[in-house]
């Protein structure tokens, strides 16, 4: 899989996407993600990407020409299958659409700095938009981030079977059961006695009846989707 990030601010991709299992992914060939400064494309000598808005008001825009000259010429080496915009207005980003994007082989996503991207650019090339949660970020960098990595883990391969993402939370339509570690007891704590019992099927269950517990307290509305989708097998 191929993700290409078109940014103003190149820089603040450069910790996030170069560590861990990222790293990890392209390292092993899983994925390729290739960061576009938007500057590359600016208006002018002077790397102009943005202007004031018409109509007035605080806050520059992200202008079209630069915008669709990257655009353009991505397209013009391959095909994409999707071209994203991260905006607050976009889709709320979940799991089920982590899954979905992981299926794809090329995609663009724009991040808009400052007021946004012009909205012609929008209409002309974004194909799907996607916020990361309710509140508003200074850039769609960290957004960037958030989609690529929640993609990438699931690849196939990515992941060892250790770590297999079918056991995180969501996967299943619940929360994740709790963990723990050495040592068996800490200040007094005890772990769970069924989980050293070695009793697969046991740690299993106990495991099922933890989340379950989990997301109805904690995520009713996840609790309820759950429970009528087991109803409905
Ligand atoms: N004026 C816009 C916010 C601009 S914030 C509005 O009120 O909707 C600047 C940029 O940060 C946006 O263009 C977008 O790319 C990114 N951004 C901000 N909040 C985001 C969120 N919740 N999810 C995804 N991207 C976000």
Known sequence: ???DIITV????????????????AKDKGFAEIHIINLRDYALNRYGQVDDYQFGGGAGMVLMCEPLAKAI??????????????TSPDGELWNQKA???????????????????????IRNLYVTKEVSIGDYVLTGGELAAAIISDSIIR????????EESALTDSFQ??????PVYTRPAEFRGMKVPEVLLSGNFKLIEEWRMSQAEQRTRERRPDIYNQYYNDTQAH
């Open 154 to 161: 699931l690849l196939p391969g990515v992941l060892g079977n």
């Open 1 to 3: 899989m191929r993700i």
């Open 98 to 120: 982590a899954n979905a994007l992981s299926l794809k082989n090329n995609i663009i996503i724009l991040c808009g700095h400052y007021k946004g991207i012009d909205e012609r």
């Open 172 to 177: 299943d339509g619940l929360l994740a059961p």
């Open 72 to 85: 353009d010429s991505l397209k013009a080496e391959r095909s994409y299958d999707e071209v994203i915009y």
């Open 9 to 24: 601010q190149p820089a603040l991709l450069d910790g996030p996407l170069n560590h861990s299992m990222i790293q990890r």
